[in-house]
C-alpha cells in the first residue's frame, strides 16, 4: 500500500497517510475540520525489501556453491558402454543387408 502526502489549502496542514491504491482521496483536513485537503503528486519512494528470502538464490555463499559442484559431480551418470560397431576396426566396413526377402 502507497503512502500519499496531503495538504490542506485552509491552514497549511501537510501530512503523509498510508492507504490502500483502491481507497479514494482524503477530503477533509485532520487539524481544522473543512474540505479542502489536496492529494499531492509526489515523487514517490524506492521500493526497499525487508525480511528474508529476497534473491535467496542469487546471493549464495561460496561454500554453498562448492557443495553444490561437488553434489552435480557425484552424481552424474557413467559414460555407456561402447557398441560393437564402435568398437570395430577403422579398415572394417559392415554393409547393410539389402537383399529382399520374398513376401
Do not use: H, W
Amino acid at each position: 500500500m502507497p503512502t500519499y502526502e496531503y495538504l490542506c489549502e485552509n491552514c497549511g496542514y501537510e501530512f503523509e497517510r498510508f492507504q490502500s491504491i483502491t481507497a479514494g482521496p482524503l477530503r477533509k483536513c485532520l487539524r481544522c475540520n473543512r474540505r479542502a485537503l489536496k492529494r499531492l503528486v509526489g515523487t514517490g519512494a524506492g521500493v526497499i525489501f525487508k525480511g528474508s528470502g529476497f534473491y535467496e538464490t542469487d546471493y549464495r555463499s561460496e561454500s554453498y556453491k562448492k557443495a553444490e559442484e561437488k553434489e552435480k559431480n557425484s552424481t552424474e551418470t557413467p559414460k555407456e558402454k561402447t557398441t560393437k560397431s564402435e568398437e570395430s576396426s577403422p579398415g572394417e566396413k559392415t554393409e547393410p543387408d539389402t537383399k529382399k526377402k520374398p513376401a
